[in-house]
T-cell receptor, first 109, second 113 residues
């Protein structure tokens, strides 16, 4: 099955800095989605980018998709303490999502 | 309020017992999903259902069973055959089809001793 895989790093940044996370996948996709999970909670959908799109913005979020390299990046600008969470990418194909292992981000006030 | 609910939040069971996790949604979504999450890991798909009275195995269905008798409900039973059942279980729903995001419940943390 398809598998989104984030760069396996925990990120610790100061409030106000930007945070960038990367995700790679192996097979063709319909779309790629990013989700946030606060500790011990369910996931919250952040943004969806279709396979024919290259870049998408939503508030302080910017997502890019490079289908030739099978990779995506999520940029959070001007981070806030409330952005502290785990971030997952998920690839969508065959009516199901395949999630990566997540990238933990800590924003220090 | 529209949303997806899971109960209970914490569940404790003895080894050898079956246990059923509840998932209910009032979003009028056709599709529902069950995932398992282990510490420091991503989500793995257990079962999913695209429509009432139909469901498919995900990547780790062994030791689990589901039913989809109503559109709003998709209960998951963790059977005694599941070798390592202690985990965080997440239920999600979505509009049917590949173009849509999934909405997640708050999760149930199951501990089996």
């Amino acid at each position: 099955s398809q598998q989104g895989e984030e760069d396996p790093q925990a990120l610790s940044i100061q409030e106000g800095e930007n945070a960038t996370m990367n995700c790679s996948y192996k097979t063709s996709i319909n779309n790629l989605q990013w989700y946030r999970q606060n500790s011990g909670r369910g996931l919250v959908h952040l943004i969806l980018i279709r396979s024919n799109e290259r870049e998408k913005h939503s508030g302080r979020l910017r997502v890019t998709l490079d289908t030739s390299k099978k990779s995506s990046s999520l940029l959070i600008t001007a981070s806030r303490a409330a952005d502290t969470a785990s971030y997952f990418c998920a690839t969508n194909g065959n009516n199901r999502l395949a999630f990566g292992k997540g990238n933990q981000v800590v924003v220090i006030p | 309020d529209g949303g997806i609910t899971q109960s209970p939040k914490y569940l404790f069971r003895k080894e050898g017992q079956n246990v059923t996790l509840s998932c209910e949604q009032n979003l009028n979504h056709d599709a529902m999903y069950w995932y398992r999450q282990d510490p420091g890991q991503g989500l793995r798909l257990i079962y999913y259902s695209q429509i009432v009275n139909d469901f498919q195995k995900g990547d780790i269905a062994e030791g689990y069973s589901v039913s989809r008798e109503k559109k709003e409900s998709f209960p998951l039973t963790v059977t005694s055959a599941q070798k390592n059942p202690t985990a965080f279980y997440l239920c999600a729903s979505s509009i049917r089809g590949e173009a849509y995001e999934q909405y997640f419940g708050p999760g149930t943390r199951l501990t089996v001793t």
